[in-house]
């Protein structure tokens, strides 16, 4: 049997899932039987196990699997790299395309991008939204503009990222919940009572939010894991859970019938990245809109980004979120063109 492309992107999938194949079925589109069969012909087609199993559920990867996990993002990112290659080749100037996380995609970018075409009307804007947490992978981005992408305070970010601000988890539940009523900022103890409604990164192996848990001795569950912080809020309102979200996914609206409560301030902060495409000098709105979501660039910043130079920026110096209009993000109509 021959070895695909879309086997091993499926054996990606289900390890960037936290092995579950429901999880990776739902990131892929595909149905949960389709992932398992395009498994099982990978490793019929290896000849090897890949995943280490209890009964039907993977927990883990073999000694083996771990060298076809590493393969094989090498072979998709250089696939990507290629298909990338070619959408450059044929992609008309007047697109500006730009990846991020839903987080910044729904509740960051919507006035900065609404002056960007305003102040650069030839544009033609293509918006590529990415899962809560999920890593960067320039070869997958790279005929975009400029890649958004968030870590833990103390997770390592891509070289040559620009951090851009600092924000923080929150709790939201209803307003009907028993922890509505709790007063002051949430401890992990008091998180970890209840099930939980986040995203699909805070149960994956390694995450800061599950390592957190877990030093402190405590279990978690989550009744929901979801890629969008929309999906995380309406399953709060079902009643399904507690829900964790980024700060800026809370809109004014959703305290309406929502009680927003701080979260365990020893939790790791998390810091916003954007990095552009080393593959050629950044085009003047890609550094209008970088400048607007960090204001600390100055013209030094900006002239080392224009030529292709890395910036030593230390993410504690930078400021924690605020909604446009009042800092740190800002109004594109202050930035001289």
Do not use: N
Request: hydrophobic content about 45%; glycine content about 8%; charged content about 25%.
């Amino acid at each position: 049997m021959a070895l695909s492309l879309a086997g091993l992107r499926c054996v990606v999938a289900v390890v960037d899932s936290g092995f579950r194949v429901s999880a990776a079925a739902e990131r892929l589109h595909l149905s949960q039987p389709a992932v398992s069969r395009q498994l099982a012909q990978v490793e019929e087609a290896l000849g090897l196990m890949i995943f280490q199993r209890r009964g039907r559920q993977f927990e883990g990867l073999t000694p083996e699997g771990e060298e076809v996990l590493g393969l094989a993002r090498r072979m998709l990112e250089d696939c990507a790299r290629l298909r990338a290659l070619a959408r450059a080749g044929e992609r008309p100037e007047s697109v500006f395309a730009i990846a991020a996380p839903q987080s910044c995609a729904l509740y960051v970018l919507p006035p900065l991008l609404r002056e960007l075409s305003e102040r650069f009307p030839e544009l033609d804007l293509r918006l590529r939204t990415t899962g809560e947490g999920d890593p960067p992978r320039p070869a997958e981005h790279a005929s975009c503009d400029l890649v958004l992408f968030s870590t833990a305070f103390d997770e390592p970010a891509e070289a040559g990222a620009v951090p851009l601000f600092r924000w923080r988890r929150v709790v939201v539940v209803e307003r009907s919940h028993p922890l509505a009523a709790h007063q002051g900022v949430v401890g992990v103890g008091d998180l970890v009572r209840w099930p939980l409604v986040t995203y699909e990164a805070a149960g994956q192996p390694g995450a800061s939010f599950l390592q957190h848990v877990r030093e402190g001795g405590q279990a978690v569950r989550f009744a929901v894991l979801a890629a969008d912080p929309h999906t995380v809020k309406a399953h709060v309102r079902a009643g399904l859970g507690v829900g964790v979200v980024a700060e800026m996914a809370v809109e004014p609206a959703d305290r309406e019938d929502l009680v927003v409560l701080e979260l365990d301030p020893r939790l790791p902060e998390c810091i916003a990245w954007a990095m552009l495409p080393p593959s050629h000098p950044p085009r003047a709105p890609a550094l209008a809109l970088l400048r607007a979501l960090a204001p600390w660039l100055g013209e030094v910043e900006l002239d080392r980004l224009q030529r292709g130079e890395a910036l030593a920026a230390d993410p504690r110096g930078v400021p924690r979120f605020v909604r446009a209009g009042s800092g740190p993000l800002r109004s594109l109509r202050a930035i001289r063109r």
